[in-house]
């Protein structure tokens, strides 16, 4: 009887637990936004949006071929995608190379991504784009060796577990890859699938040896993926790439970020999926992206040049950055420790997520001519937006999702007089026809 009443009680607390649970899209920028959502299930669906780049400057001839970018040892290092085997840092301000750090006793044959963790560097040496290679391998490198020039190199040797065919099949194979994403434990290879224009994730141990990396989830992408990033104190990972349209460059070759967030563990896709697409007009063979802080982008494209039906494609190798608070604001300020809200430049020290300066009392200016003051604030929140802008709604939530408030842009004046307003921080989020603009600010007494 004991025995039954214990059985009883712990499925009334499962069921009660459950019940307190409610899954649903809990990112404020989504169409299908569930202000009541508490478990976030990737069921989030978001309009489309056009993004443009900055451009930095071009990058010179000897990297024509940059296929890879991170940030490292206080900046931002590219690394060609075949032959060459030094590792470039370039100016985030100028894109013009101030070091030069060549890798003795290493090859090159088509190493498309550079990924890191606290220790090692990894060297992707995996292009695939007939589908015929079986050296599949990354070269992992220790960072003290890097910097010390000894040069302590591992290699871990993998195959796809469910590639049977090793005939060739140029820019027509889906076992081609040129992102990964190194975690704690693992390596995840993100495909680019030339026939399906999908993406799938393979795992495998990021120890030295041999391997067969096992097939994961396959996510419909739409496009070429050819390069990645990874922030896990954010729980955030952004792919970037191009779409192919079965290889008519003259409709094709148009840049995208996918922005994964808010995921489970390892699992990537199971949370929020956004896409951004750069202008119709845009045409770059996009490589590679990294950032420092969660929301200052930047990319590489390699040289491109081809000549279809008598018109002439040719587009430099250069260094883009990519500003996308819009997009990550509400969902960066829920985390304890926000990103630091700066452009970052080749001064940085350190190859971690910086700790931000306290900002109270200043003004927080967004883009396009938004400004929100004073910040923090009491009773009013006073708001600068385009003109464009009059009439647009908004929307104000805690950081747990709740929304607290909600209007229309008619002055230039919010109230915080709703007893729901309790110290603390909030997310501001405007709807127009021209977009979606987030700001963070502070209430106080």
């Known amino acids: 009887m004991r025995n039954l009443i214990a059985l009883f009680a712990t499925i009334f607390i499962l069921m009660s637990y459950s019940f307190a649970q409610t899954c649903g899209c809990t990112d404020p920028l989504a169409t299908n936004y569930n202000a009541n959502a508490t478990v976030n299930d990737g069921s989030c669906v978001y309009a489309s949006a056009t993004i443009s780049a900055t451009e930095i400057g071009q990058l010179g001839e000897t ?118 994403i190194v975690t704690a434990d693992s390596i995840y290879l993100f495909t680019k699938q030339w026939a399906s224009e999908q993406t799938t994730i393979y795992g495998l141990p990021k120890t030295p040896g041999t391997y067969v990396a096992h097939r994961l989830e396959t996510y419909n992408v739409g496009g070429l993926v050819t390069g990645a990033t990874y922030v896990p104190e954010y729980r955030l990972a952004a792919l970037c790439g191009y779409d192919y349209n079965g290889g008519s460059y003259l409709s094709s070759l148009h840049p995208f970020i996918l922005l994964l967030y808010d995921f489970q563990g390892d699992d990537f896709f199971s949370g929020n999926k956004r896409r951004l697409d750069f202008g119709t007009l845009v ?101 600068d937006y385009p003109q464009n802008f009059k009439g647009a709604n908004y929307e104000i939530m805690n950081l747990s999702g709740q929304k607290i408030a909600k209007g229309i842009l008619k002055d230039d004046t919010i109230s915080l007089n709703n007893k729901r307003f309790n110290t603390g921080k909030y997310i501001l989020v405007i709807r127009g026809k021209e977009g979606v603009k987030s700001f963070i600010f502070i209430k106080k007494e």
């Open 63 to 180: 990297l024509d071929g940059s296929s890879t970018l991170l940030f490292w040892n206080g900046g931002y290092w590219t690394y060609n995608d075949h032959n060459d085997c030094c590792l470039y840092r370039i100016d985030s301000t100028t894109a013009a190379t101030i070091e030069t750090l060549c890798i003795s006793g290493i090859g090159n044959y088509d190493t498309e991504e550079v990924s890191q963790d606290s220790l090692y560097l990894y060297f992707g040496d995996f292009g695939n784009n007939s589908g015929v290679r079986q050296n599949l391998h990354i070269l992992r490198i220790s960072k003290e060796s890097l910097l010390n020039q000894t040069f302590v190199v591992d290699t871990i040797w993998f195959s796809y577990e469910d590639q049977t065919d090793f005939t060739s099949h140029p820019q027509a194979t889906d076992f081609d890859c040129e992102s990964f």
């Open 283 to 383: 045409k770059d063979q996009v490589e590679a992206v990294a950032t420092s802080n969660a929301m200052d982008f930047y990319i590489t494209n390699e040289h491109f040049t081809t000549t279809q039906l008598g018109i002439t494609i040719d587009r430099p190798a250069k260094l883009q950055r990519l500003d996308l608070r819009d997009y990550l604001l509400p969902y960066l300020a829920t985390f304890e420790t926000e990103p630091e809200d700066t452009v970052p430049t080749d001064t940085v020290p350190t190859d971690t997520i910086v700790t931000p300066p306290d900002t109270t009392g200043i003004p927080q200016f967004g883009t396009d001519g938004f400004r929100i003051y004073p910040n923090p604030a009491s009773d009013q929140l006073h708001i």
